[in-house]
């Protein structure tokens, strides 16, 4: 079945466009770590339609389909409204008006990826200190 039949078919259970597109481009898996959402249906119920350029810096980013992808609970919650278009390094998305290209989500999928291992490791040390207090 081809993507936008599988699209039409999501939309018919009342799924957004655009929620269907990530879903479809990832397989099912977080963009961000690989975890199944479709694994089970917890795993399902955990799994997140997620913008990456924040929504809240970049309004006309809302429906852009190559600014959405799927996200695991811990991955969505770990980059949060982090943006990866920038943070004093070279700005990948640049023109407001233009759609994200295949080769900019890419580039932004792959910034989000390290900042989430950056996240996870600083959440590791934590949680080994705290799980140290508690158990010596």
């Known amino acids: 079945m081809k993507d936008t039949e599988k699209i039409e078919k999501l939309a018919e259970l009342k799924w957004p466009k655009i929620s269907a597109a ?3 481009r990832t397989e099912g898996k977080c ?7 479709l694994a089970n249906a ?8 997620e913008h990456i350029l924040p929504t809240w810096k970049y309004r006309n980013r809302y429906a852009d389909p ?6 695991c609970k811990h991955c969505n919650e ?9 943070e004093g390094e070279q ?18 999928i792959e910034r989000v990826k390290e900042h989430i291992k950056e996240y ?3 959440s590791e040390k934590n949680f080994q200190t705290v799980k140290g207090i508690i158990r010596p």
Do not use: E, S
């Open 22 to 24: 990530a879903w479809i």
């Open 31 to 37: 963009a961000y770590c690989g975890a199944d959402m």
């Open 42 to 49: 917890t795993a399902y119920f955990t799994g997140f339609t």
């Open 66 to 71: 190559f600014n959405a992808t799927l996200a």
């Open 78 to 86: 770990a980059k949060g409204k982090w943006d990866p278009n920038g």
């Open 91 to 108: 700005r990948i998305v640049t023109d407001a008006h233009r759609a994200i290209t295949q080769t900019q989500h890419d580039r932004l």
């Open 120 to 122: 996870k490791d600083a």
